[in-house]
């Protein structure tokens, strides 16, 4: 699928930040800092334990604005040492076309192989003078030691909400979808700081012609609720059929269902304990696959922890 063509179906892709202060969050006056001498960029490690914050976008920001060749990578799919030595290895090796060093983008790089990564830090060392890297992980403690020595470490966490909700109403005027201010904010609340959730959700809402207000956000939310009451009544077959036909995103309500046992009175402490456990290794398991296959089959040992 063509780039343009995805930018017209995806508003994630459609409205990703250009330049670097485009980019919600703390780090770009510090990234800023680094661009005003291109020849001397280090090399980055973007870290957030939430998907959706801006690591990717930040990424191609700074590709964008430096206008430097590239290599994209996603290193959950292509983690093998044989991706890092041939194409990683390829691109490193020859200068840019404009002067400017080249930039290997690895995403998810804390899908790299324990074989691949040391071989990964010997090109860092090796072609310094013509590329540097920029790796975004979730799982800090899956990349060695050497890897994160050889990069300047930002940290990508809970952006303001007050910035986020900026960004979102200028959305819904370009696409001219009708908000209220309570449902921004209540939209914010269900997916901080999934920001990139928040933008799929508000996309899902025009689909559906409807609007960015409380009662809309507020279906998702119940419909959450709904299947939590399902699943505690053990109603299996219910749950998965609604499951595999698109009822919820697996990974929101993952997230969502996590903070709700939490509150959840009704439920004995050894029971939340089981339930925590499935939860906390979907959230583990989802981005190396398909999210709605994780989930469905993870509702066989949610119901069995409640038993």
């Known amino acids: ?43 980055f490690l973007f870290v957030s334990a939430t998907p959706g914050t ?6 191609k920001a700074i590709i964008n604005e430096l206008g430097c060749d590239y ?9 093998g040492v044989d991706a890092i030595r041939e194409k990683v290895k390829e691109f490193s090796k020859t200068l840019s076309t404009n002067g400017i060093r080249k930039c290997v983008f690895l995403d998810e ?9 040391p071989a990964l830090r010997n090109l860092m060392e090796t072609y310094s003078k013509n590329v540097f890297f920029i790796l975004t992980c979730n799982y ?22 007050e910035d ?15 908000y209220t201010k309570e449902g921004i904010e209540k939209l914010i609340q269900l997916e901080y700081p999934s920001i990139r959730g928040m933008v799929n959700t508000m996309q899902d809402l025009k689909n559906q012609e409807m609007d ?4 809309a956000i507020s ?14 009544e053990l109603k299996f077959s219910q749950v998965w059929e609604f499951v595999k036909t698109g009822g919820i995103e697996p990974e929101v309500f993952n997230k969502w269902l996590f903070y709700e046992v939490g509150k959840d009175n009704d439920l004995p402490l050894i029971k939340k304990m089981k339930v925590l456990r499935v939860l906390a290794e979907n959230e583990k398991t989802m981005r190396y696959g398909d999210s709605l296959i994780i989930f469905s089959g993870s509702l066989v040992d949610l119901v069995a922890a409640l038993k």
């Not at 790089?109 to 990564?117: H, Y």
């Not at 800090?140 to 909400?161: A, D």
Request: glycine share 2%; hydrophobic share 40%.
């Open 54 to 59: 801006g690591k990717t976008s930040m990424a």
């Open 219 to 232: 279906l998702k939310d119940e419909a959450f609720i709904q299947v939590w009451k399902d699943i505690k």
């Open 140 to 161: 800090e403690s899956k990349i060695i030691e050497p890897l994160v020595n050889r990069c300047v470490r930002i940290e990508f966490n809970k952006p303001q909400k």
């Open 1 to 43: 699928m063509s780039e343009v063509l995805l930018k017209n179906i995806l508003w994630q892709e459609k409205y990703r930040p250009a330049k670097v202060m485009d980019v919600i969050g703390k780090s770009r006056e510090k990234i800023s800092m680094y661009l005003k001498n291109p020849q001397n960029i280090p090399n």
């Open 212 to 215: 960015v207000v409380p009662d």
């Open 109 to 117: 790089a804390d899908g790299l192989t324990p074989i691949a990564q």
């Open 71 to 79: 290599l994209l990578l996603n290193s959950s799919d292509e983690r």
């Open 164 to 178: 986020i909700a900026e960004y979102l109403i200028n959305i819904c005027k370009n696409e001219e979808l009708t």
